[in-house]
């Protein structure tokens, strides 16, 4: 059984910064892209930033130069920096990874962290 599991999230002063973290584990075979996605009250979710295995990234227009997306291929973890963090960023932040199992390749989420910024 395969968990994404989030962590980092909370409360923080607008302009501040909060490092979320996402650890994949279970039965793994395989990771191609991970990314962090969110969903704000009322939002659908949507892109923050994808990472492909080889370190290729992509972002959202709202975050690029403020959020950082990295990824530990040995730890099966991936990370999202964020700074100069804005009252609209809060949202809850969700996990995504395309994951192998040993016959088929799947996509999991995890079970979502909250950031919330004051302004």
């Known amino acids: 059984q395969v968990q994404l599991v989030e962590s980092g999230g909370g409360l923080v002063q607008a302009g501040g910064s909060l490092r979320l973290s996402c650890a994949a584990s279970?039965?793994?075979?395989?990771?191609?892209?991970m990314g962090w996605y969110r969903q704000a009250p009322g939002k659908q979710r949507d892109l923050v930033a994808t990472?492909?295995?080889?370190?290729?990234?992509n972002y959202a227009d709202s975050v690029k130069g403020r959020f950082t997306i990295s990824r530990d291929n040995a730890k099966n973890m991936v990370y999202l920096q964020m700074n100069s963090l804005k009252p609209e960023d809060t949202a809850i932040y969700y996990c995504?990874?395309?994951?192998?199992?040993?016959?088929?390749?799947?996509?999991?989420w995890g079970q979502g962290t909250q950031v919330t910024v004051s302004s």
């Open positions: 279970g039965n793994i075979f395989d990771i191609n892209t």
């Open positions: 995504l990874a395309n994951i192998r199992e040993p016959t088929m390749w799947r996509n999991y």
């Open positions: 990472i492909r295995p080889v370190g290729s990234t």
